[in-house]
């Protein structure tokens, strides 16, 4: 919960004084789905460590004294300040003038003001929908839900609360940890953990393997952290991390470490509980995730590989299917009633409080897996089923056009026409007239037509840059 404030409301709910107070184990971060004008009345209280951000206008508002406000108070604020000197910069900077005029029309359009600052009539207004987060390191902030105060926004479809454990950097700038020194050079990650061959540990795998590459949003020079980990019971896999360091790019892959399974594999778990969303859950590039219960079906290839929890792969889905929200298309508002519905029940699924239904993972590569904690026991929660894949599954995979036998005999094919190729060229080379083939030789020069082309070079130039000497110098 929020930590006590005692303040005194100036003009719009701003903060006129804030007191100090205690900081929250975790930092948090909310983003709220903005569809209507109706959900600019939602009250926020933004610490003074707290980032404002709006993606879809790529809008981030830094860290600044507190404030008890709404959204549209914000988004007033916000275009006040930005409006302050653009008569000024419409003559120095034209071109800063441009972009940020841009933003302030879409601000004006959001809170439904015409270029003077007058109120647009309500049916001539039309609301662009957009989503705002507020991250706060502190944890002292909050975005107002709607519904029942006793269900902590479980109710809000439009509304989602995220903690996280703060980074060195941030507990830095709230004061709780010495400042990190900065190297003065950069020096290349050789990977780390422990290896088993210097007798650093005991176990397989547990080696950290850097790469060199290239930011795919930046071009700036990067490494990619690689590890192989063996899940119990399971097989290998592959994890490879990348950050960029210059623009703050991240990406999380998970591969398989193992060969291609000869059969594909059906996982499907009864979930009776919360406990159960916290079981470690492992979803390949290949596999398809469903809930009939709520009618979720996302097709192979969704999400990429991710290795996380239960919970954490429905948040992660619904925070992607979200975005559908902010669309401005008008056939797809007359089913936001729906998509909403659709929403609610995935976050009941994720609270545990549609429970019980089933999860499956559908894998034709058998490269997913579901944490059993009976292992090497029969759960009676999760049940496998493997199947021979069907052509066209082998063909959307590739194996159809694998060659695993024979090919040795293409490879002999190959080297005996590449020597036959080498032979028939020798022998054109000898049947050629003499003459012919010193034409088609490059001209050799004598050293006595270098000579004439070469000018003596100053005091102290030459081929190895040889020093003057000192009579050389004199003169």
Known sequence: MLASLRAVRGRRGQLAHTVRISLAEKGILYTV????????????????????????LELSIPPKRGQLTTVEGIVSDTLRDLSMDQPLRQHAQPEAYAKIEEICT??????????????????QREFAPFSLRLDDPSGNSFIEFTGAVGQLGAADN?????????SVEQNSVLGLAAPPKAPTTVERDEGGGFSKKQGETEFDNEEVFAFDGTCSSCSAPLQTLMKQVTIPYFKDIIIMSTNCD????????????????????????????????SRDLLKSESAGLSIPEIDLHLNPGTLGGRFTTLEGL???VYDELSTRLLSGDSSSRSDTGKFEAFLGKLKAAMGA????????????????????????DADEQIEALDYE????????????????????????????????ASAAAAERQR???????DSKRPKTISEEEVEEYIKPAPPGVGAALQPLEPDEMET
């Open 33 to 56: 789905y903005l569809t209507s004008a109706d959900d600019l009345d939602r009250q926020v209280v933004k610490s003074e460590f707290a980032t404002l951000t709006i993606p879809e």
């Open 106 to 123: 879409r601000l004006r359009s959001i809170l439904g003001e015409d270029k003077e600052g007058e109120k647009v009539a309500k049916e």
């Open 158 to 166: 439009k509304w989602t609360k995220r903690d996280y454990a703060r």
């Open 246 to 277: 210059a623009c703050g790019y991240r990406d999380n892959e998970v591969k398989s470490g193992s060969a291609i399974s000869a059969q594909g594999r059906k996982l499907t778990l009864r979930v009776e509980d919360a406990s159960d969303l």
């Open 314 to 316: 429905l948040q992660q």
């Open 353 to 376: 409080e549609c429970c019980p239904f089933t999860v499956i993972l559908d894998d034709p590569l058998a490269n997913s897996y579901i944490q059993n904690p009976y292992a090497p």
């Open 389 to 420: 894949r069907s052509h066209e599954q082998n063909e959307d995979l590739g194996i159809n056009d694998m060659r695993l036998e024979g090919y040795e005999e293409e490879h002999v094919q190959w080297q005996k026409e590449q020597a036959a």
């Open 431 to 437: 049947d050629e007239p003499e003459g012919e083939a």
